[in-house]
């Protein structure tokens, strides 16, 4: 049975039960406390724990995954996979334990076809029910185990729902190992579905055993995952997941290249396994809007790129290796995943430039392991330290087997314990910095998820208005619940109905003022999403009291909102527009619409040049002229998809979306405000791009007024430079370009004639050397009128000018900038011997508040001391003349 086959079965099968079939979400999560997406119950969170309500009571999906928790597990086992479909079914408070076994085991045994008798199931320990239906199922209970909290029990591994779970497992037979169930964690019994029963909430605390559990869902619910990898690998009798049909066509590409073959009992399957098993993960990634970074979902690409880069080189490939691999994941995969095919080029140019790159630091990171070996040996090391091993897999991608086996064929060993503590700390701190809650932010979300439960969503009105009246419906004040609150106050009003726009899509929130039928007044400084749909308004109160149920008016700052419109209609043409110019690999990363400005991240590989900044700029604003009508009209997901709009990266969009439509160039999901007509954008302004990560670039822009603001300052730099220069602005720049020549030259000849002087000064110098020692002589002198580096340059000069064969030190003395400067030049004589020319000026800087630099013939010294400059000259010279013998 093909993958094709199977995930239609699967769909089929549930929609023909009532589920909703929808659609993948993004591996770039809404959810922020998730780097990717690794589960298919990630976009059903909000149902879940109650933050919005479910349009629909049950569903399906086939969900894109990526989880590198069993990164090096790639390869070593038949199961594992960094990318993978999750084929899942879900319930709302809809139905539980009972139907979600008897539909897995129907599907399994009567859809699939598996034998019944070489199914196991395994349940929560302490999970009776769960063990009883199975039974009543005709599972013996020879083959149903109970296992605890860390195989049985399951969580995002972030605060979030959870609950117990069972599984279905499948046994391959005797050829894959020993008996004894799925309680020996091994190859012959291998896990097909989760059957997750939702019916808690998991705070902060380790990721498998004793984590708090908050209390019970407001709903329970159901939450399935069936890996397809693993079913594929079961029903088309293949021994892993690469020789499925999601993957052959990608492992006959390495083979291909490599011109070696493959075998599961062969010395090179891991190779083979993980370039092809990390090919599939890179396209989808980079498909997705990740791309390489130092951090971040960004790191971990980057990680499974270098990888499967090493891994190439293992197998004997030596150029390019993924833009062939990712290639054909693509085209194996493309018809089911259309985003692959839309972003081919950009995978291609991502993977391409990385792997140029990586092949600069993999010959840098060789060299430094070339060099740590050799450190090690000649110290009379027998391993080399965790530390190093750690730094060449952390920086230069060397997984530490590689590290390993060269310091083994150098008779070394490797501190792998320390390795080992090294990467755990790091995880950690991954970790926690991808939880990115504080404590008391948990603590006000669990405030507002009480408050929607009680509460409808509150009705927007800004679209079409920008006051209208409305009720209060909540009022939290220091994250709590109060019924009222007075003057001065900081509070969160919920309302419901409101004009004010929630910060959202890089849109900030609306200001502006609310007023009680009472008179009281509030000014309204932020307006965000406390959960879901549930839109809080953050305000002062100005005067009097508001309380829990008064009636309002509200009124957002109408000149502001305006300000935003026309920022947020043009970020619309401005993508639209980078993406005509650079290619449609230029697809927006993250944005922030501000009054009147506007930042905007792409994905691009270089700088951009001044031609192509002017000509987005001059495209922006040729668009906006023209008048274009934007025009905002709602359907469902698949709808707008097919009608070509654009959804972006890390954004959440429900059933029904809303698109706005600039002219016929700009087509977007998008539930932001904008200008009725483009013209109404007025002025747009480029400011200029920066890098803002590998593959990434950033530009600020000005619309509006501020746009205006800066042409008129421009206006005014130019006339007042036309006036200094004396001539009209159209000529100030050939005139300035002109005096430019003229001072260039003129400085060029002020230069030779310093130059000149100089070389005078250090003759003169030289010509009145005092004799010391044995044939040398010394210079001691303060000079006037030159700066530090002037300084050094006579020093140098004067002791090449010296008279005579004998050995001969420079010593000078100068101020500059209320500073005192020391330079001592020893001749090639004395350098020769060993004499160092800072030991001269070692006592000499401490005189003037300073320290000696510099190594060899010069050194120089300085300090704020300059009443002890003549001192300091002093006692050099006689450090001098004691060298001079």
């Known amino acids: 049975m093909r993958s094709t086959q199977i995930r239609s079965l699967f769909t089929d099968f549930f929609t023909s039960r009532g589920h909703r ?9 809404a959810e922020p406390t998730l780097l990717l997406t690794n589960a298919g119950m990630n976009q059903f969170t909000p149902y879940f724990v109650g933050d919005s309500e479910p349009p629909f009571p049950r569903a399906t999906s086939v969900q894109k995954c990526a989880r590198t928790v069993d990164i090096e597990n790639v390869g070593r086992t038949h199961r594992h996979a960094t990318f993978f479909e999750m084929l899942g079914n879900f ?24 034998p019944k008798d070489r ?16 039974r009543a199922l005709g599972v013996p209970a020879s083959r149903i185990q109970r296992l605890g909290m860390a195989d049985n029990y399951w969580s995002m591994g972030v605060p979030g729902p959870c609950g117990p779970s069972s599984e279905i497992h499948f046994d391959r037979g005797p050829a894959f190992g020993p008996d004894g169930g799925p309680a020996v964690d091994g190859e012959r019994f291998i896990e097909l579905w989760n059957l997750v029963f939702m019916e808690s909430r998991r705070g902060e605390g380790p990721e498998k055993e004793g984590y708090p559990v908050l209390g019970p869902l407001r709903r329970k619910g159901i939450d399935t995952g069936l890996g397809l990898d693993r079913l594929a690998t079961v029903l088309q009798e293949v021994p892993n997941v690469v020789s499925t049909d999601l993957l052959l066509p990608t492992l006959h590409t390495v083979r291909e290249l490599s011109g070696r073959d493959y075998r599961v009992d062969g010395p090179d399957r891991r190779s083979f396994e993980i370039v092809t098993e990390h090919s599939r993960s890179v396209a989808f990634l980079i498909a997705d809007g990740v791309l390489p970074a130092k951090d971040g979902r960004g790191y971990i690409l980057r990680r499974l790129m270098r990888r499967a880069v090493r891994h190439a080189r293992s197998l004997g490939i030596e150029g390019h290796v993924l833009p062939a691999t990712t290639a054909s994941v693509v085209a194996n995969l ?65 997984p530490v087997e590689l590290t390993v086996e060269a310091a083994r064929d150098a008779g070394l060993g490797v501190d792998e314990d320390r390795f080992a503590a090294l990467l755990e700390e790091q995880r950690r701190r991954a970790k926690t910095a991808g939880k990115g809650r504080t404590a008391e932010a948990l603590r006000r979300l669990e405030v507002y998820r009480e408050l929607s439960a009680r509460l409808p969503a509150t009705e927007f009105l800004g679209y079409t208005r920008l006051d209208g009246e409305g009720r209060v419906r909540g009022i939290v004040a220091d994250g709590h619940v109060v019924e009222a609150a007075s003057p001065g106050a900081t509070v969160e009003l919920v309302l419901d109905r ?63 909102r305006a300000a935003l419109t026309r920022s947020h209609s043009a970020t619309h043409i401005l993508h639209a527009v980078v ?9 927006q990363q993250g944005s922030l619409v501000e009054p009147d400005r506007l930042r905007f991240d792409f994905a691009h590989f270089s700088a951009l040049s001044p031609g192509q900044l002017a000509d987005i700029e001059h495209a922006v604003n040729n668009h906006v002229l023209a008048d274009p009508e934007v025009r905002a009209w709602y359907a469902d997901r698949a709808e707008a998809e097919t009608a070509g709009a654009l959804a972006l990266f890390g954004e959440k969009y429900g059933d029904t979306v809303r698109i706005v439509d600039i002219g016929d160039f700009s087509r977007e999901l998008c539930g932001g405000t ?5 013209a109404q954008v007025g002025a747009f302004r480029l400011l200029g791009d920066a890098s803002i990560g590998a593959n990434l670039r950033r530009v600020e822009a000005l619309t509006g007024h501020e746009a205006l603001d800066r042409g008129e300052s421009e206006r005014r730099l130019l006339r007042e430079l036309a006036d200094l220069l004396e001539t009209r602005p159209t000529d100030a720049p050939g005139v300035l370009r002109k005096r430019l020549d003229a001072l260039g030259a003129a400085r060029s000849r002020l230069d030779g004639l310093r130059t000149d002087e100089l070389r005078r000064q250090a003759r003169d110098l030289a010509d009145g050397a005092e004799p010391a020692g044995d044939g040398g002589h010394v210079v001691a002198r303060t000079v006037d009128g030159v700066t530090a580096d002037e300084l050094r340059g006579l020093a140098s000069e004067a002791v090449a000018r010296l008279r005579g064969p004998g050995p001969g030190v420079v010593v000078l003395g100068a101020t500059d900038g209320g500073k005192a400067l020391l330079v001592a030049a020893v001749s090639p004589e004395l350098a020769h011997q060993g004499v160092a020319a800072r030991d001269l000026l070692a006592d000499a800087a401490r005189l003037v508040g300073g320290g000696a630099g510099g190594k060899g013939a010069l050194a120089s ?17 006689s450090r001098a003349r004691e060298v001079l013998g």
Do not use: M, N
């Open 21 to 29: 079939h929808v659609p993948s979400s993004p591996l770039v999560p």
């Open 91 to 114: 319930s709302f408070g809809d139905y539980f334990r009972s139907e979600a076994v008897a539909y897995a085991w129907e599907l399994v045994t009567r859809e699939f076809g598996l």
């Open 119 to 134: 199914l196991w199931i395994t349940v929560y320990r302490d999970d009776d029910e769960a063990e009883r239906l199975w």
């Open 334 to 398: 493309g018809d089911v995943w259309p985003g692959l095919r839309g972003q081919s080029s950009l995978i291609e140019r991502v993977v391409t430039s990385e792997e140029e790159s990586f092949a600069r630091t993999l010959s840098q990171g060789t060299r430094l392991l070339d060099a740590a070996i050799t450190r090690t040996r000649d110290g009379g090391g027998t391993a080399l330290t965790g530390e190093t091993a750690f730094e060449l897999a952390d920086t230069y991608g060397f």
């Open 498 to 560: 409101s004009p004010f726009y929630a910060e959202a899509g890089g849109q900030v929130g609306d200001t502006g003022v609310i007023t009680t039928e009472g008179g009281t007044k509030l000014r309204v400084t932020h307006t965000r999403y406390g959960v879901e749909g549930f839109r809080v308004h953050s305000a002062q109160v100005l005067d009097g009291e508001v309380r829990t149920g008064d009636a309002v008016w509200s009124s957002v700052d109408a000149d502001r």
């Open 579 to 587: 993406r005509a110019i650079l290619g449609d690999h230029a697809r």
């Open 674 to 678: 904008h200008v009725a007509h483009g």
């Open 861 to 877: 010294a300085g300090g704020r001391r300059t009443g002890s400059l003549d001192e300091a000259l002093r006692t050099a010279a």
